[in-house]
């Protein structure tokens, strides 16, 4: 059993700092080298922001529906989740620099930003649901993670499309 202290694993920090990042800098590549850094810091920004502001309220929602769950265990639940959806992201640059390259549209890299942050947004949540309320959830468990969810990757959705609608 892990140490009381030990929240956030190494591993799973690392994968949701860097797939955010080096996404958000392919994304801005095309507008030059300060789009790069501004896109660098601003999906890591808006990734980790709306965890932030979405995680108390599914505490509070899960403590409603009558489910015990610590908030321990939703902290670690998000950081898994948000480490596999970096890593989801970090497996989709080779991808992303390939249609970024081969294409000439501005509309280019928000399309395949679009994409590639909404599948590793999907896988994360996967995750974060199975790593909450374990492999086989109630059927209230997953209406409730799904609204909650829903809600999140909404305002995710509004602020990457403000972040990188140019």
Known sequence: MESPAVLVKPREA???VGG???AGALLGLPFGIMALFDGALR???VSFGVTLIMLPALQIACAFGG???SPRQTVIAATEGLGRAGLVLLGLAPVVVFL???SDAVSTPVRVGT????L???VGMRVMRRTHFGDEPTRNAKLLFGAWAAIGN???SSLFFETFVR
């Open 14 to 16: 690392a994968f949701a």
């Open 20 to 22: 955010p990042l080096v």
């Open 43 to 45: 999906l890591p920004l």
């Open 67 to 69: 489910f015990a769950v």
């Open 100 to 102: 970024l390259a081969s």
């Open 115 to 118: 994409v590639a942050v909404g």
């Open 120 to 122: 590793s947004a999907l």
């Open 154 to 156: 909404g305002i995710a």
